[in-house]
């Protein structure tokens, strides 16, 4: 293992991480973390960046490393496809830090143990991970309050996709969630509930893991990739995020919407103390659409979420406009992105970057300053 030390702080890099009480970290999406940890592939190799003072671990991150992706992978499409024949010739390794396979948890990567000042843990760990060799860019996703560190050290900034929750403090039943709706909204929940209840579609939920019922596992995988070839954006750690035996084997529960028995869509939560999170989502774009299944599955999410005591549901990123009309709340993303060659950072602040599918703006723009709570 690669380390660098300040004693008595020290960071390196472990395959998985057990944090101690002290650091206030949710067992849930930890877990998650390192189950996916153990399906790494050669191209996305999942690890903990754990900071240790005196031996103890006192800050961690996840971190998730590229290696030698074609620069072009995350371009928005027309773009994509005119700088296509840049892919073979131009890879970059890069360390990612977000919250991916934290079920994308709006608070943040970073795991840090109460009472320890913040911005040493993220500059200690940082600064190990620039340092490492056959590394060409560092990227880190946080709050906008969380990343001062990384604008006062001098990276490159951007606003990326929101996260999106809806609230449900205080609310104690389904009618308890429509009654709190507008009356436009409750009566988009008749419609869309009427259209999915007369062509007799259901939602099925299914505990995971799934391992034990493969043809289950077959109609969702199926289901994932529909939605990864029709999506603009490209994920570049889907090959791990949405592995057939990673998502067989991990800890969910499947909320399916069925169509005469065939499975048209559906989403998987985890629960995470008080909130419900999704993970994972996947429609066929074709019968789900003439039924309106994604929006009657965010009502069963919802609906579930209660049932289990759960004080909000998250949805991951804002990255279609019937999440931005359920959402209650959107909680702005920065990336703070480090490149070790002055030309790299050059091309990609002037050029890349404002062309990424996940761009959503400059600091300071006002597109961003619209995606806060």
Not at 95 to 113: K, N
């Amino acid at each position: 293992m690669t380390a660098v030390s300040s004693s008595p702080l020290a960071v390196q890099f472990e395959p998985t991480f057990d944090p101690p009480p002290a650091m206030a970290a949710t067992p849930a999406l930890v877990d998650n973390f390192n189950h996916f940890q153990r399906h790494s592939k050669p191209a996305t190799e999942l690890s903990w960046a754990v900071l240790r003072e005196a031996g103890a671990p006192v800050a961690a991150a996840p971190v998730v490393r590229l290696r030698r992706r074609a620069v072009t992978d995350m371009l928005v499409p027309p773009w994509r496809r005119r700088l296509g024949w840049l892919g073979p010739v131009i890879r970059k390794t890069t360390l990612l830090v977000d919250t991916a396979f934290l079920a994308y948890d709006e608070t943040g990567p970073f795991q840090i143990a109460a009472g320890f000042d913040r911005t040493t843990a993220k500059r200690a760990i940082a600064d190990f991970l620039c340092r490492q060799k056959k590394i060409d860019t560092v990227w880190i996703s946080e709050r906008p309050d969380e990343a001062a560190w990384a604008a006062a050290d001098k990276w490159d900034q951007f606003s990326t996709l929101p996260m999106t929750s809806i609230d449900l403090s205080g609310i104690a039943t389904f009618d308890d969630y429509l009654a709190g709706l507008s009356k436009k909204r409750r009566r988009n929940y008749r419609h869309e509930s009427q259209v999915f209840a007369d062509a007799g579609a259901v939602v099925e939920i299914v505990e995971g893991p799934l391992v034990d019922r493969p043809q289950l596992v077959a109609e969702l995988t199926h289901l994932l990739a529909a939605s990864e070839s029709h999506s603009e954006l490209v994920a570049p750690y889907n090959d791990v995020l949405i592995d057939p035996q990673a998502f067989a084997e991990q800890r969910q529960t499947a909320l399916i919407a069925r169509v005469d028995g065939r499975a048209v869509g559906f989403m998987c939560f985890l629960q995470a103390g008080e909130r419900w999170m999704q993970c994972h989502g996947g429609l066929d774009y074709a019968r789900s659409h003439e039924v309106l299944a994604y929006h009657n599955l965010i009502y069963a999410g919802v609906r579930t979420a209660i049932e289990r005591g759960c004080r909000a549901m998250t949805m991951g990123p804002l990255n279609n406009e019937t999440k931005r009309r359920a959402a209650t709340d959107l909680h702005p993303v920065v990336a703070s992105v480090w490149n070790r060659w002055p030309a790299d950072r050059l091309v990609a602040s002037k050029f890349l970057f404002p062309k990424f599918g996940v761009y959503y703006g400059p600091i300071g723009d006002p597109l961003a300053a619209a995606a806060g709570d």
